[in-house]
T-cell receptor, first 115, second 117 residues
């Protein structure tokens, strides 16, 4: 597609449930990042994928968070046993490998609300 | 550890005024990259500029200009003759190569700019 696509755009879930957030990067982009934007913490890095290399998971806040990227394209961020503090906007970004001269392309995000 | 500080949480101006958004960063690396992003109410982050640490030349793009000063670790953003469409949250961000090809961004908290007609 023309841009980074994220789904769903909004998700309301009950505390304790699992959720899956999807990111479809720009075709040909091998680098994929997940960020979280919350009122208290601002924008935080979560995880980075590059091609078939092992992901950099250093930003994941707890072991309830996991992510995978199938076939070097679509990525899914999974949050297990959701808590209210997980409520945030989850943003995905993609780029060609290395430092992109024109920045990363971000999706519109998934707004997650845990009630 | 790297850190980005945007001291101005909110700024409100009247259309046609000039406005400067401040950004101060901390890093131990000699090679790093600075960015500005705009986040309009729609929520999508829009890339504005990237500056390399070894290039201190200031840049102008239309009504936008950026002042990069390594001596004060600052990368300020000025909008000249502001317009209502400039209303958004603006983020300054810092990227270092944390190993391999990972250029993850460390963001400031953002500055909400409101331009009133």
């Amino acid at each position: 597609g023309a841009g980074v696509s994220q789904s769903p755009s909004n998700k309301v879930t009950e505390k304790g449930k699992d959720v899956e957030l999807r990111c479809d990067p720009i075709s040909g982009h091998t680098a994929l990042y997940w960020y979280r934007q919350s009122l208290g913490q601002g924008l935080e890095f979560l995880i980075y994928f590059q091609g078939n290399s092992a992901p950099d998971k250093s930003g994941l806040p707890s072991d309830r968070f996991s992510a995978e990227r199938t076939g070097g394209s679509v990525s899914t961020l999974t949050i297990q046993r959701t808590q209210q503090e997980d409520s945030a906007v989850y943003l995905c970004a993609s780029s060609f490998s290395g430092l992109p001269p024109y920045g990363y392309t971000f999706g519109s995000g998934t707004r997650l609300t845990v009630v | 550890a790297q850190k980005v500080t945007q001291a101005q949480t909110e700024i409100s101006v009247v259309e046609k005024e000039d406005v400067t958004l401040d950004c101060v960063y901390e890093t131990r690396d000699t090679t790093y990259y600075l960015f500005w992003y705009k986040q309009p109410p729609s929520g999508e982050l829009v890339f504005l500029i990237r500056r390399n640490s070894f290039d201190e030349q200031n840049e102008i793009s239309g009504r936008y200009s950026w002042n990069f000063q390594k001596s004060t670790s600052s990368f300020n953003f000025t909008i000249t003759a502001s317009q209502v469409v400039d209303s958004a949250v603006y983020f300054c961000a810092l990227s270092e190569n944390s190993g391999g090809s990972n250029y993850k961004l460390t963001f400031g908290k953002g500055t909400l700019l409101t331009v009133n007609p």
